[in-house]
């Protein structure tokens, strides 16, 4: 295939809305079956691409599906978008489940006192790494702004990308301090009293503290992997003026 031929294949995806990093995988699905068309059934490239697009009609035709998304979709989106969130979720949780294992496993070796100090740690510690690793990847996240008539990935939608923790942590560092007790004694499997709303709030910033800056995080690495497919496509883009 020549270059027009290939600028023709990437004008059609394009104009189907198809976020970049989902783009250049069906453009190589594209040109793998047009070739194919071509090399078995000797056809030309313009019956070849229309028989290919045809193929991929009900997949990518944009409709609103009366969802609480008012956005029009294709098909082929909703499915890969419905499993990227269900991934998303399952790490978030795996993530999550292992510093209560980790923070489970500090309760049985170190004292109460000790224990409060580290707890609050690994909650600053949390709370730090995010935004660290924002700033360190800042040319990679910038591209979205950059090229913001497209959408590079999925993943730049998502708030949690650049949501920062700290004005969960900073107001509540105190009580999770002095409320770090309790979940000593639940993690000695001691049962706290948990009777009022002011012994569960800490409980609350803390299982956010630990599961939403795992979602920060494992977003921003989802989202660095699928910029990193899609650099070498960003030739094809007209950035912002």
Same mark, same amino acid.
């Given at each position: 295939m020549n270059s027009t031929q290939l600028t023709q294949i990437r004008n059609y995806l394009l104009d189907k809305k198809l976020p970049i990093d989902i783009l250049v995988e069906v /453009?190589?699905? !594209?040109?793998?079956?047009? #070739?194919?068309?071509?090399?078995?059934?000797?056809?030309? !490239?313009?019956?070849?691409?229309?028989?290919?697009?045809?193929?991929?009609?009900?997949?990518?035709?944009? /409709?609103?599906n009366g969802s609480w998304d008012l956005q029009d979709n294709? @098909?082929?989106?909703?499915?890969? /978008?419905?499993?990227?969130?269900?991934?998303?979720?399952?790490? %978030?949780?795996?993530?999550?489940?292992?510093?209560?294992i980790a923070l489970f496993l500090m309760a049985q070796l170190f004292s109460s006192e000790l224990f #409060? /100090?580290?707890? =609050?740690?690994?909650?600053?510690?949390? =709370?730090?790494i995010p935004p660290i690793h924002f700033l360190h990847h800042r040319p990679d996240f910038d591209l979205a702004k950059k090229y913001n008539k497209y959408v590079l990935t999925y993943y730049q939608h998502?708030?949690?990308?650049?949501?920062?923790? !700290?004005?969960?942590?900073?107001?509540?560092?105190? @009580?999770?301090?002095?409320?770090?007790?309790?979940?000593? %004694?639940?993690?000695?499997?001691?049962?706290?009293?948990? #009777? %009022?709303?002011? #012994?569960?709030?800490p409980w609350i910033v803390f299982l956010f503290l630990i599961f939403g800056n795992a979602l920060i995080f494992i977003t921003q690495k989802k989202y660095l992997s699928q910029i990193h497919k899609v650099k070498p496509f960003l030739k094809f883009l007209k950035p912002q003026a």
């Open positions: /453009y190589d699905h !594209f040109i793998s079956q047009i #070739s194919e068309l071509q090399r078995e059934e000797d056809l030309g !490239f313009d019956e070849a691409f229309a028989h290919v697009k045809n193929s991929w009609q009900d997949d990518l035709k944009l /409709y609103w294709s @098909r082929f989106l909703r499915k890969i /978008y419905l499993s990227i969130n269900l991934a998303v979720l399952k790490q %978030t949780l795996k993530c999550g489940g292992l510093v209560l #409060s /100090y580290l707890l =609050t740690a690994a909650m600053v510690l949390l =709370t730090i998502s708030p949690a990308i650049f949501f920062s923790s !700290f004005a969960v942590l900073i107001p509540n560092l105190e @009580r999770i301090f002095n409320h770090s007790q309790d979940i000593f %004694t639940v993690s000695r499997f001691v049962q706290p009293n948990l #009777s %009022t709303g002011s #012994s569960l709030f």
